[in-house]
Every structure is written in structure tokens, then in C-alpha cells.
């Protein structure tokens, strides 16, 4: 049974960094793009970033390029999510997914496993 787990979630004030983490479990993951995702209160679940298979090809959504970097370790069967110069508005529930293909892709319907997220609040 595929499981995905984040962790990392938390507390921060604007301006600090926080790091998620996605173990993924049930099989291997490492031909499959993951992506995060985020949904705040009162909105629809958003992309966030994706990685490719092979850790090169990554995408970010223009609301945080720069700040935040997608990773993932393959022998580990985890993707990353390290999150800078964090602001207000990046409060939200983060989700890490798999998509059951190489390649990266934005659309929520394109994903195949979701974890149950894990909560960032980022105060001013």
C-alpha cells in the first residue's frame, strides 16, 4: 500500500526558513515525479514545485521561485521541500504527491498519491 508521509510542518515568523520532508512508501519511487502542494484556508489546493525522476528537472510556481528548492534523495524514497525568506501568504497546508510518470506536470489531476500534509503558519 502506497503511503506518503511530510513532516517538517511548524510555527515560523516571516523571514525564517522551515524544510519539509516526504518519506514515501509502498514501492519505489524513483522513475515517478513528485511535486508539493498547498492549500490555504479558503482556497483551492495550489502547485507548489515538482521534480522530475532524476532530480534534475524541477519546477516552481512563480509565487516562490527563489525562495524555495524541490529535492528528493531516491535511496531514500524522499522528496524535499526547503522553504526561505518565508512570507505571510506561504501559510497553508503542504501536500507532497507522486505522479505515476517521469515527468513533471502542475496539474492537482495529473498526481496519483497524495500525503495527508503538514501544517506551515508563517506570521508577520
Known amino acids: 500500500q502506497v503511503q506518503l508521509v511530510e513532516s517538517g510542518g511548524g510555527l515560523v515568523q516571516a523571514g525564517d526558513s522551515l524544510g519539509l520532508s516526504c518519506a514515501a512508501s509502498?514501492?519505489?519511487?524513483?522513475?515517478?515525479?513528485m511535486g508539493w502542494f498547498r492549500q490555504a484556508p479558503g482556497k483551492e489546493r495550489e502547485f507548489v514545485a515538482a521534480?522530475?525522476?532524476?532530480?534534475?528537472?524541477?519546477d516552481y510556481a512563480d509565487s516562490v521561485k527563489g525562495r524555495f528548492t524541490i529535492s528528493r534523495d531516491n535511496a531514500k524514497n524522499t522528496v524535499y521541500l526547503q522553504m526561505n525568506s518565508l512570507k505571510p501568504e506561504d501559510t497553508a497546508v503542504y501536500y507532497c504527491?507522486?505522479?505515476?510518470?517521469?515527468?513533471?506536470?502542475?496539474?492537482?489531476?495529473?498526481?496519483?498519491?497524495w500525503g495527508q500534509g503538514t501544517q506551515v503558519t508563517v506570521s508577520s
Open positions: 504527491a507522486v505522479r505515476l510518470a517521469a515527468h513533471t506536470r502542475r496539474e492537482i489531476n495529473e498526481y496519483d498519491y
Open positions: 509502498g514501492r519505489t519511487f524513483s522513475w515517478y515525479a
Open positions: 521534480i522530475g525522476w532524476g532530480g534534475s528537472l524541477t
